[in-house]
C-alpha cells in the first residue's frame, strides 16, 4: 500500500513468486481511504443494498483491499459501501472490514 502523504510504500501481504520480481502492470490509480476484508473464510458477500436480505452479487476475497465509498470505516453493526477495483459497488457487513 502507497501512502501518498508520507511516500511510504509497505507491502499488505505475501505476494505470489510470480509477481515479486519483474514488471507489474499499473491497471488503476484510486483514491483511499480503503478497507481490508478480514474473514476467516474464503470471501464475504457483496450486496446490492445494506441488508442481510439483499441480492448477492459477488464474492470479495479475504485480504482484498476496497474502497470505502462513505468514509466511514468497518466495524460491528455497520454497513459499508465498497466499491472494487474491478469498478463494482456494493456493500459489506462491517464486522468484516478492518482499516
Known amino acids: 500500500m502507497l501512502d501518498w ?3 511510504l510504500l509497505t507491502p499488505i501481504g505475501d505476494y505470489p513468486e510470480e ?3 519483474g514488471r507489474n502492470t499499473v ?3 484510486v483514491r483511499g481511504p480503503f478497507l481490508r476484508v478480514a ?5 464475504v458477500h457483496l450486496r446490492n443494498a445494506p441488508s442481510i436480505e439483499s441480492e448477492i ?3 470479495v476475497a479475504t485480504n482484498a483491499l476496497v474502497k470505502d465509498d462513505d468514509g466511514v470505516g468497518g466495524g460491528p453493526g455497520r454497513w459499508v459501501r465498497v466499491q472494487l477495483f474491478d ?3 456494493g456493500y459489506i457487513a462491517g464486522e468484516y472490514l478492518v482499516d
Open 5 to 7: 502523504e508520507t511516500g
Open 27 to 29: 491497471r488503476a490509480v
Open 19 to 21: 509477481l515479486r520480481s
Open 57 to 59: 452479487t459477488g464474492c
Open 87 to 89: 469498478g463494482r459497488a
Open 39 to 43: 474473514i476467516d473464510g474464503d470471501c
